[in-house]
């Protein structure tokens, strides 16, 4: 059964749309557009551009359709955010970024009303400022008329399959994000939702994956110069969209999402509600084949991004292959941050912040933009070491290998460091990872493919794996106990 979809896929700054063609066993993509994703601050609020995103949408299909017919259109989107509806159907306002600092101080202040074990035996989510949850709180606290205004809210995903088909719903992967999903149940947790006097009225109804939302609106075809297409709900959170697209048939792996976020797990098919597993803030979030991502949210490639765009904005214009060279100069294990630190959530000065962690936990202060880079870089890779560490204590299981998948695979150095700080063999691919499970969810919703391990093996016989193996593994474990009391302190 040959296919041709339409996969649009929003990161945290920049989006794309990839024609994927499925004849033969094999999937090959083709990007027909992308953007960037830019946030924009207003009166001390940080927004994204949701109209601009919904016009790069429609840009999309106009331009997919150019190359001929599609079969269906499914979009995934970071986790957490979302917009609000009113009853007129239409959106109150932008929706806001999860990294505006509105949400300072509520995990603390919601603890109060659902101590922190209940809340995380109920709903297995990793505890983070940013959770939808404490967003919802935050309006409720500050913005209360914005909420009185509202009569639905949709997640990201759900907010442009409404754009495009008129329909409003939820799709699973998506609202495991908010952390207001019930485990057992995989249904809103309303007693939860109402201890924290949140209006449970908003939500709407949650579905599986690869639940057909909807035609495109007519007027949606006529501007778009398309026929009537099925929009599909694929795993709209793009972290699990990029599991489902692991190249391992059998399930049996751990694997790092490599992009602005980097999320570390593996595929487990119950979850794991634990004291360990709490203290350590590993997150249960819903998948495919209601199978759970088990995983731990690191700060990632975010560090190197909003690096880069201060030394720009100041005159120093470096490509990303600049700053590798130059973190390469640099003197290894100098000094160490912690890349969840909370300063480096923010947009703004990461160098100067980076040198501030340095200087106050009692460290060597990184001089130039070279040492600041290598502290970076290897402070990412020692992450992921502590990280599978904690994963492997609370799964009991020995991970042979780590899967980098998705953008991040294309930075050589990351890779080899993170080979190196693990000890564990890196295999690198594909770097459209994304894409590639946004795809294979439509696939199987259509019938095309029978199931996730299936879209698995045609994944991995569709793509080329890159491997880096170990090296220096004495020198990175003593540097390894050194970042351990770093970030402890």
Not at 53 to 82: C, H, M, N
Not at 151 to 171: A, I, N, S, V
Not at 434 to 454: K, P, R
Request: aromatic fraction near 8%; glycine fraction near 8%.
């Amino acid at each position: 059964m040959n296919k041709r979809i339409l996969a649009i896929d929003f990161g945290a700054s920049s989006g794309r749309a990839v024609i994927g063609e499925f004849s033969d066993g094999k999937i090959t993509l083709n990007e027909v557009h992308r953007f960037s994703n830019d946030p924009v601050k207003v009166n001390g609020t940080v927004y994204w551009d949701v109209l601009r995103l919904f016009y790069e949408i429609k840009q999309s299909i106009i331009k997919a359709a150019q190359t001929g017919p599609i079969d269906s259109i499914g979009i995934d989107t970071w986790g957490v955010d979302f917009g609000l509806i009113d009853k007129a159907g239409n959106l109150v306002e932008n929706p806001v970024h999860y990294r505006d600092e509105r949400t300072k101080g509520l995990i603390e202040e919601c603890a109060k009303e659902i101590p922190d074990k209940e809340f995380y035996s109920r709903t297995g989510i990793q505890f983070m400022e940013l959770n939808t949850v404490y967003q919802l709180y935050a309006l409720k606290k500050y913005r209360p008329y914005i909420l009185e205004r509202a009569d639905k809210l949709l997640f990201m995903p759900d907010l442009f399959g409404y754009l495009l088909t008129g329909r409003m719903t939820t799709e699973y992967s998506i609202a495991t994000t908010s952390q207001m999903v019930d485990l057992k149940t995989r249904n809103w947790a309303f007693d939860l939702i109402d201890r924290l006097g949140l209006p449970s009225s908003l939500l709407c109804g949650i579905t599986a994956p690869g639940t057909v939302l909807g035609k495109l609106r007519d007027d949606i075809c006529e501007e778009c110069g398309i026929e009537p297409v099925e929009v599909i709900s694929v795993c709209g959170h793009d972290t699990q969209s990029a599991i489902t697209a692991v190249p391992c048939p059998d399930g049996d792996f751990a694997f790092l999402s490599s992009g602005t976020w980097s999320l570390f797990g593996t595929e487990i098919d119950r979850p794991i509600v634990t004291d360990k597993s709490l203290a350590d803030n590993i997150t249960n979030e819903g998948g495919c084949e209601n199978k759970i991502g088990f995983l731990k949210n690191i700060i990632g490639l975010w560090l190197i991004q909003e690096s880069r765009r201060h030394w720009n904005r100041h005159g120093n214009d470096y490509s990303y292959a600049d700053l590798e060279k130059l973190a390469l100069e640099a003197k290894p294990f100098r000094c160490f941050i912690d890349p969840d630190s909370p300063e480096f959530v923010p947009h703004g000065n990461i160098p100067s912040r980076v040198k501030e962690f340095c200087k106050r936990t009692g460290q060597y202060v990184p001089a130039d933009t070279g040492e600041v880079m290598r502290c970076i870089y290897e402070s990412l890779a020692l992450k992921y070491k502590l990280t599978l560490e904690k994963l492997s204590d609370s799964t009991g299981r020995d991970f042979p290998a780590i899967h980098v998948i998705g953008g991040g695979t294309k930075d050589t150095l990351l890779c080899r460091m993170t080979a190196c700080a693990t000890g564990k063999k890196v295999l690198a691919g594909p770097v459209e990872a994304t894409t590639l499970g946004n795809i294979a969810v439509q696939l199987i919703s259509c019938g095309a493919v029978d199931s996730v391990s299936s879209a698995r093996k045609i994944i991995a016989a569709s793509e080329k794996i890159s491997v880096y193996e170990p090296e220096n593994i004495d020198q990175w474990n003593e540097a390894y106990e050194r970042f351990k009391n770093t970030v402890n302190n």
